[in-house]
């Protein structure tokens, strides 16, 4: 890779294209798009006819011919198809121009397997890109949060998107410890889901679980607790049915992902070189991703683990920042990218 030549256009892209959302970074321009990772496909004739924040609308409304769909799942592609067209359609959006042919960094779980990899770059390729290469996030993750990443010292960010959690002590530009877990805010929401079916046998939709997840979720105690109601499907009668909750329930309902996310802490700390974890126990670790908004989420992780942690600045674009970093500065960062063959 260092002696490949680079030679981007202004319309070369940056793509954090996460389970939950899409980020787009354009060179020279910065982040221009930002909508859901969702697609309404016509079943008649298997065509888009929604992509993004109007399609995610539908999600739970729509009629017997029309399906909202979430091209990727833990943080990898599930439908090949719609996920090319989706990624068509944002480069329409960004571009508008139909022969378009920008260069595309991808951001992709860093446990991500070979046959996984090559299907988000054939993706890309299918869906106008002229090369496709793709950047771990976590490393992006990194970047974006403005980390001294080629510095000989320990850097940690935990990434927590919709899909995956990624957990990555960085050192001198390579990733030196990692974690990799298909745990994010999607199983937060599930858990909601799972909690209000068991404790008041209320069925409720993931928009309605992700609302309750914003309003009342926390992952620490909080000085003020607060209950609000959520409205769903009595599971008995099958009539709609109102409940009051609290945050300490909800609190509750979310033990079991964050515990999962704390493990994958504890094992990546667990692999570190006791160097860089001295470097780690100063510098603390920086959260990065939707799910670092959690209201108490850096308190929780820091009375678990001992190390001291802090939520990024913008965690939302953090990703998209840094692989756009990548765009701006390929020398500097070409040794973290992989790419498929020349087209």
Known sequence: MANRSFSFLGRDMAVDLGTANTLVYVRGRGIVLNEPSVVAIDTKDNKPIAVGAEAKRMVGRTPGNIQAIRPLKD???????????????????????????????ICVPSGITGVEQRAVIEAAEFAGARRAYIIEEPMA????????????????????????????????????????????????????????????????????????????????????????????????????????????????????????IIDAIKATLDRTPPELASDLAQTGVVLTGGG???????????????????????????????????LEEMDLFARMLKSGPSR
């Open 292 to 326: 670092a908004l959690l209201t108490g989420i850096a308190a929780r992780l820091q009375a678990e683990t001992g190390m001291p942690f802090r939520v990024a600045d913008d965690p939302l674009y953090c990703v998209a920042m840094g692989s756009g970093a990548c």
């Open 141 to 260: 993750a990194a970047i974006g949060a403005g980390l001294p990443i080629h510095e000989p010292s320990g850097n940690m960010v935990v990434d927590i998107g919709g899909g995956t959690t990624e957990v990555a002590v960085i050192s001198l530009g390579g990733i030196v410890s990692s974690e990799s877990i298909r745990v994010g805010g999607d199983e937060l929401d599930e858990a909601i889901i799972r909690f209000a079916n068991k404790e008041f046998s209320l069925a409720i939709g993931t928009r309605s679980a992700e609302e309750l997840k914003i309003a009342l979720g926390s992952a620490y105690p909080l000085q003020e607790e607060a209950r609000a109601e959520i409205r769903g499907r009595d599971l008995q009668t099958g009539l709609p049915k109102t409940v009051i909750v609290t945050t300490e329930q909800i609190r509750e309902a979310l033990n079991v992902p964050l515990n999962a």
């Open 75 to 105: 943080g990898v592609i599930a439908d090949f198809d719609i996920c090319e067209k989706m990624l068509r359609y944002f480069i329409l959006r960004v571009h508008q121009r139909r022969f378009a042919k920008p260069r595309m960094i």
